[in-house]
């Protein structure tokens, strides 16, 4: 294992969420990787979240926290490009092998990814009542 490796499993911490022998492999790469990363990143996301609204959705702000919570998930689903920028900020802290087990099935880890960013995002609608103080 690479120095780079060793230092990125050390750094994100445990899994998150119950493991089994019932688990699916998605399910344990979900736990093992994607949680603890998603947790690390929360800042980030949080703040590149607000650089999108600050650029495409000026009148965020304002609206009702249902439509809030709307413009989360189609900015995630629909938004190609913010997508892509989110699942860069994932990608860049795997492991080498994780890498390699991504690339087998990266449409339904993707799907997962994306899905839980989206909930982490909506829990956290409250930090989106305002523009942040630059």
């Known amino acids: ?67 809030k919570l709307y413009t989360i998930e189609n900015a995630i689903q629909k938004d190609i490009k913010f997508r892509n920028a989110l699942k860069g900020m994932v990608i860049a802290l795997f492991t080498v092998e994780e890498y390699e087990k991504y690339i087998k099935n990266s ?11 989206i909930e982490r995002l909506k829990s956290q609608v409250q930090l989106f009542d305002t523009a942040p103080v630059s």
């Open 1 to 67: 294992m690479s120095q780079r490796d060793q230092f990125l499993q050390e750094f994100r911490g445990e899994s998150i969420g119950s493991i089994s022998t019932q688990s699916s492999s998605d399910e344990i790469f979900q736990n093992q990787v994607l949680r603890p990363i998603l947790k690390l990143q929360n800042d980030l996301f949080i703040a590149s979240f607000h650089n999108y609204i600050s650029k495409y959705k000026n009148d965020f702000y304002s609206q009702s926290v249902e439509k």
């Open 107 to 117: 449409s339904s880890l993707n799907k997962r990814m994306m899905n839980m960013l």
